[in-house]
């Protein structure tokens, strides 16, 4: 005959080996599933909403009158007031870039958040926009949109069609520099010449995490000039 | 009856053609004396505070959406002379003294008054000094973001974001030793 304090043991022992470690190992086997797998699954999802989800629709059907997917302006010449043509607003997909030599042909965003990177290249607000006469500064991921900006040589142009103009420059000078480096691109971001800055992640066909960025500086050939003073 | 009702029409689409132009893009007087301002007027102890070129660029490109009229300027205007009197007491004199001094969240007070002048509202994600993660986001009254601002660093990440694999790589480690130690613990209990 087992005695009471004997007896509350084995109560005890039941409850802490068939309840309550199941539960913690049920828990903990589901919190490990969750660590092992968000990393594999997360770029899965990203890549599935850039491919099956509305973004990239939206982004099509977004850009109002005068878009490059409904004609465009075409003009490649001459002088925009700002009552003349419409500034983009933050996030909205406002026209093209192609870069000769490359497999580069996306469209150009306006704001370079994570979630518009995801959509395309995208033009800093440290920067301006096409036809300023200054510094413009475009960045994307390089999978998919900018994996062969690398491949590009001097003199190639790049052709950047917005709802109010088409622009084209040419690549004159190529570098690799870490992000954090701002003496690489401050003088021609923030000078008094048009120059556009192309960039992606210098990754030499890896698929990791780099400080170092690939750099393309073109010069202004062509396209209408902006004057965004009133 | 009529005339009356031609009359409230034709004061209808006068008032509509008056409101027009104050949504036009490009950068006005009132801007451009703000933007004068901001390079000239922040001076601690006799030296102009330095300020990247680029971070007044963001600010035309903000301006160039928007219209700020004459009372808006005033008012911040004054906001800003009084987040000056801050920097001036502080002795503020590069961007990088506000993180030093623990200014940052005073400063942005002040920016968020301004920006509400404007209808608009400053918020923040993350750490500002992260260079990855920290945002500074504005939006307008329905929400809708007008910019979002990496304070400390103009290049942004292109390449793959590995800090959901470390992020997890932590917790899976975390929960191995907790099982580990608990198994041990009800082992030992048991043995007892």
Same mark, same amino acid.
């Given at each position: 005959?087992?005695?009471?304090?004997?007896?509350?043991?084995s109560k005890?022992?039941y409850?802490?080996?068939f309840?309550?470690?199941?539960?913690?190992? +049920? +828990?903990c086997?589901? +919190? +490990?599933l969750f660590?092992?797998?968000?990393?594999?699954?997360?770029p899965?999802?990203?890549?599935?909403n850039?491919?099956?989800?509305?973004?990239?629709?939206?982004?099509?059907?977004?850009p109002g009158?005068?878009?490059?997917f409904?004609?465009?302006?075409?003009?490649?010449s001459?002088?925009l007031n700002?009552d003349?043509f419409?500034?983009?607003?933050?996030?909205e997909?406002?026209?093209?870039?192609t870069?000769?030599?490359t497999?580069v042909?996306t469209?150009?965003?306006f704001?370079?958040?994570?979630?518009?990177?995801n959509?395309g290249?995208?033009?800093?607000?440290?920067?301006?926009?096409?036809?300023c006469?200054?510094?413009v500064?475009i960045g994307?991921?390089?999978?998919?949109y900018?994996?062969?900006?690398?491949?590009?040589?001097?003199g190639?142009?790049?052709?950047i069609e917005?709802?109010?103009?088409s622009?084209?420059y040419?690549?004159?000078?190529?570098?690799?520099?870490?992000?954090d480096?701002a003496?690489?691109?401050?003088?021609e971001?923030?000078g008094?010449k048009?120059?556009?800055?192309?960039?992606?992640?210098?990754?030499n066909?890896?698929i990791a995490s780099?400080?170092n960025r690939?750099?393309?500086?073109?010069?202004?050939?062509?396209g209408?000039?902006?004057?965004?003073?009133? | 009856?009529k005339?009356?009702?031609?009359?409230?029409?034709?004061?209808?689409?006068?008032?509509?053609?008056?409101?027009?132009?104050?949504?036009?893009?490009?950068?006005n007087?009132?801007?451009q004396?703000?933007?004068?301002?901001?390079?000239?007027?922040y001076v601690?102890?006799g030296?102009?505070?330095?300020?990247?070129?680029?971070?007044?660029?963001?600010?035309?490109?903000?301006?160039?959406?928007?219209?700020v009229?004459e009372?808006?300027?005033?008012e911040?205007?004054?906001?800003?002379?009084e987040?000056?009197?801050?920097?001036?007491?502080?002795k503020?004199?590069?961007?990088?003294?506000?993180t030093?001094?623990?200014?940052t969240?005073?400063l942005?007070?002040?920016?968020?008054?301004?920006?509400?002048?404007?209808?608009y509202?400053?918020?923040?994600?993350?750490t500002?000094?992260?260079?990855?993660?920290g945002?500074?986001?504005?939006t307008?009254?329905?929400?809708?973001?007008?910019?979002?601002?990496?304070?400390?660093?103009v290049?942004?990440k292109?390449?793959?974001?590995l800090?959901?694999?470390?992020?997890?790589?932590?917790?899976?480690?975390?929960?191995?030793v907790?099982?580990?130690?608990s198994?041990k613990?009800?082992r030992?209990?048991?043995?007892?």
């Amino acid at each position: 005959m087992k005695n009471n304090p004997e007896i509350n043991r084995s109560k005890k022992r039941y409850w802490k080996g068939f309840v309550l470690i199941p539960i913690a190992f +049920l +828990l903990c086997g589901y +919190l +490990l599933l969750f660590a092992v797998l968000t990393p594999i699954l997360d770029p899965l999802v990203s890549v599935y909403n850039l491919a099956f989800s509305n973004a990239n629709v939206q982004t099509i059907t977004e850009p109002g009158a005068g878009s490059i997917f409904d004609g465009g302006s075409g003009l490649s010449s001459g002088t925009l007031n700002c009552d003349d043509f419409s500034f983009p607003k933050y996030g909205e997909n406002f026209g093209h870039i192609t870069v000769e030599g490359t497999e580069v042909d996306t469209q150009v965003i306006f704001g370079d958040s994570h979630a518009l990177l995801n959509r395309g290249a995208c033009v800093s607000l440290f920067g301006h926009i096409p036809g300023c006469g200054k510094g413009v500064l475009i960045g994307a991921h390089y999978m998919p949109y900018f994996k062969t900006l690398p491949d590009v040589k001097e003199g190639a142009l790049v052709h950047i069609e917005t709802t109010y103009g088409s622009y084209v420059y040419r690549v004159y000078r190529t570098d690799v520099s870490r992000y954090d480096n701002a003496s690489a691109y401050r003088t021609e971001l923030n000078g008094d010449k048009e120059i556009l800055i192309l960039y992606t992640c210098d990754l030499n066909g890896a698929i990791a995490s780099t400080p170092n960025r690939f750099f393309a500086f073109c010069e202004f050939v062509s396209g209408p000039s902006v004057n965004l003073y009133e | 009856m009529k005339k009356k009702l031609a009359c409230l029409m034709v004061v209808a689409v006068l008032l509509v053609a008056s409101v027009i132009p104050a949504f036009a893009a490009g950068i006005n007087t009132y801007e451009q004396k703000i933007l004068t301002y901001v390079k000239t007027a922040y001076v601690v102890d006799g030296k102009a505070i330095t300020v990247p070129q680029e971070y007044f660029t963001a600010l035309e490109n903000i301006f160039a959406e928007i219209d700020v009229t004459e009372t808006q300027y005033n008012e911040i205007i004054a906001i800003m002379d009084e987040a000056l009197k801050v920097c001036q007491a502080n002795k503020l004199t590069k961007v990088e003294d506000i993180t030093a001094t623990g200014t940052t969240q005073v400063l942005l007070g002040y920016a968020r008054k301004a920006l509400a002048v404007l209808g608009y509202n400053l918020s923040t994600k993350g750490t500002l000094s992260d260079a990855d993660h920290g945002l500074l986001v504005i939006t307008d009254a329905e929400g809708n973001v007008v910019a979002e601002l990496h304070p400390n660093v103009v290049i942004t990440k292109t390449g793959a974001d590995l800090t959901s694999v470390a992020v997890c790589g932590a917790v899976a480690a975390f929960v191995l030793v907790a099982s580990g130690v608990s198994v041990k613990r009800f082992r030992k209990v048991d043995e007892e």
